[in-house]
């Protein structure tokens, strides 16, 4: 069992810019792998082409633009296994898949939701940024805005999909969907927040350290 004498390795693998096609197929081999014991726990951080994916809760009133207009201006649209409603994926959006075992001792999937926050929260303390919790709903929130969105699976105790953390994306895209099905909240970014460029990398860094010191994990990538 991982605890703070002994953590569990963690490799931080940074892909770069994927399709959310390639960022599917790379995670169910992962999966496959962890569930079998062949790999330790992976937390890969990356950015994905311009997409809108919908979790298995999606309503299909929050896509607000039919699905062949949005491929027609570029956007790919994906029906995906995680939990949570519609959400928009793109550059300068930091988005995170750990493929981590729960197992034995954090088989609780309100606290690994809660553990991501927390994740996010911290990464945003970090720039001096106050992002809370909101009761009722997921994410990472500053003010009435969200930062940071969640969207899980979880197979046998091994997680994938995970987190998605705003830094510099463009926010266009939000206004073609009912953001997380929440139509009375905003969506914001780590750049606008603070108004000024902030290197993706860092923030990659500050996230990567703070998702280790919340898991428990010995950072190895």
């Given at each position: 069992m ?9 490799v931080v ?12 197929e790379l ?5 496959a792998?962890?569930?079998a014991?062949?790999i330790?726990?992976?937390?890969l951080?990356?950015e994905?082409?311009p ?6 809760n ?5 896509l607000?633009v ?8 570029g956007?790919?649209v994906f ?10 994926h793109?550059p300068?959006?930091?988005?995170g898949?750990p493929?981590?075992s729960l197992?034995?001792?954090?088989q609780d999937?309100?606290?690994y939701v ?7 929260i911290?990464?945003c303390?970090d720039?001096?940024?106050?992002a ?15 930062i940071?969105?969640?969207?899980v699976r979880?197979?046998r105790?091994?997680t994938?999909?995970g987190?998605a953390f705003n ?7 939000y206004?073609?969907i009912?953001?997380?099905g929440?139509?009375d909240?905003?969506?914001?970014t780590?750049?606008k927040?603070l108004?000024r460029?902030?290197?993706l ?14 898991f428990q994990?010995h950072m190895?990538?």
């Amino acid at each position: 069992m991982a605890n703070e004498d002994h953590p569990r390795p963690l490799v931080v693998r940074r892909l770069g810019r994927l399709s959310y096609a390639q960022g599917l197929e790379l995670q169910a081999q992962l999966v496959a792998d962890r569930q079998a014991d062949r790999i330790v726990d992976v937390l890969l951080l990356l950015e994905h082409d311009p997409v809108f994916t919908r979790g298995r809760n999606a309503r299909e009133q929050n896509l607000l633009v039919r699905e062949s207009l949005l491929r027609a201006r570029g956007y790919d649209v994906f029906e995906t296994g995680r939990g949570g409603d519609v959400t928009y994926h793109g550059p300068g959006q930091i988005v995170g898949y750990p493929i981590i075992s729960l197992a034995p001792d954090r088989q609780d999937v309100h606290r690994y939701v809660r553990d991501l926050e927390e994740v996010m929260i911290r990464a945003c303390r970090d720039y001096g940024v106050d992002a809370v919790r909101v009761a009722g709903l997921t994410g990472c929130w500053v003010g009435r805005d969200k930062i940071g969105a969640i969207g899980v699976r979880i197979s046998r105790w091994v997680t994938s999909h995970g987190f998605a953390f705003n830094v510099a994306n463009d926010m266009a895209p939000y206004s073609l969907i009912v953001p997380c099905g929440i139509p009375d909240r905003g969506v914001t970014t780590l750049e606008k927040l603070l108004g000024r460029p902030v290197p993706l990398a860092d923030v990659q860094a500050a996230l990567s350290r703070n998702f280790a010191d919340v898991f428990q994990r010995h950072m190895e990538g």
